[in-house]
């Protein structure tokens, strides 16, 4: 385990553990959206898992837990412009004080970090600051009721990831790989991470599969094929989808597809991964 400093505990400083706290996590469900590597569709999975979910009923959060490099606000529009000076939560003590209200956008209940400081200004703060942001993100967060909570988690085995499931023990992982060797090697050591958290894994989805070519329909294969033995599925990990790569069109604010072009071949592919991801649960 990393060293977490004091900040990391639960909302009142030195408090223990979140489940001895008698801290409830606020969905019935938290569903912990994971990689091993950066930029194979973590948050477009996660964003359009949550929408899914919403659009069949659901009332569904949707926490960007990726502090260093808040990616929910972009996809949506939702960037922050101007550049956060003060930060409350530095104060001794003023940790999960201040309620935050979350941003409704497509029926969701949305918190991250992206929400809080400048779209150009860095996070480069001490593992407690960052700590202290996300009990407060997560316990402090006005949610109201909900079935879901979804969490985007940072890619790798770091200390918010660590520090989030320490949190939440009772989150499912749902792992994002693309049919690349480094990725599914990468998210092996997830796995590891995972499974010694004692963290339930749902399954995995693979994202990037092949290209659909946008003439004839057909399906190109990008990468050559992962070894089986080097898998995360021969690590005995469910596939719960298989979402192909989709070239790009010209509104670049088109996310979630499950809902801004449900038809598309890559809309279809998510919402069959978000029923498959819902029936683990
Ligand atoms: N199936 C797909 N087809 C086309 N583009 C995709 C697909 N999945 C993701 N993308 C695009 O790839 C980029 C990276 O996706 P995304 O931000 O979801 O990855 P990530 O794993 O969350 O990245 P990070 O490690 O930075 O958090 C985004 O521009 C996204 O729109």
Request: hydrophobic share 45%; net charge neutral.
């Amino acid at each position: 385990m990393p060293r977490l400093g004091p900040a990391w505990q639960p909302p009142v400083p030195g408090a223990q553990p979140a489940e001895q706290a008698g801290l409830k996590p606020p969905a019935a469900e938290v569903i912990a959206v994971c990689s091993g590597k950066g930029g194979v569709g973590k948050s477009t999975v996660a964003l359009n898992l949550a929408a899914a979910l919403a659009q069949d009923g659901a009332r569904v959060g949707l926490l960007d837990a990726d502090v260093y490099a808040p990616d929910i606000p972009l996809m949506l529009g939702l960037a922050r412009r101007a550049t956060a000076k003060h930060w409350t939560l530095a104060r001794p003590g003023g940790l999960a004080r201040t309620p935050l209200e979350p941003v409704e956008r497509h029926g969701l209940r949305l918190m991250s970090a992206g929400f809080i400081v400048g779209e150009d200004q860095p996070v480069s703060w001490t593992a407690d600051l960052v700590g202290a942001l996300l009990n407060q993100m997560l316990w402090s967060t006005v949610w109201g009721e909900l079935d879901f909570l979804v969490l985007d988690l940072p890619p790798g085995t770091g200390d918010i990831t660590q520090a989030i499931l320490r949190l939440i023990p009772a989150a499912r992982a749902v792992l994002v790989v693309t049919p690349q060797d480094a990725a599914h090697l990468d998210t092996r050591r997830v796995i590891t991470a995972l499974n010694a958290a004692k963290i339930t894994i749902a399954g995995g989805v693979e994202n990037m599969s092949g290209l659909i070519c946008p003439c004839c329909g057909e399906r190109i294969d990008l990468f050559p094929p992962v070894a089986e033995h080097r898998s995360i599925w021969s690590a005995g990990v469910t596939r719960l989808g298989t979402v192909p790569m989709e070239p790009a069109k010209d509104d670049a604010l088109a996310e979630p597809v499950v809902l801004t072009r449900p038809e598309s071949v890559r809309a279809l592919a998510l919402r069959a991964a978000a029923t498959a991801i819902r029936a683990t649960l």
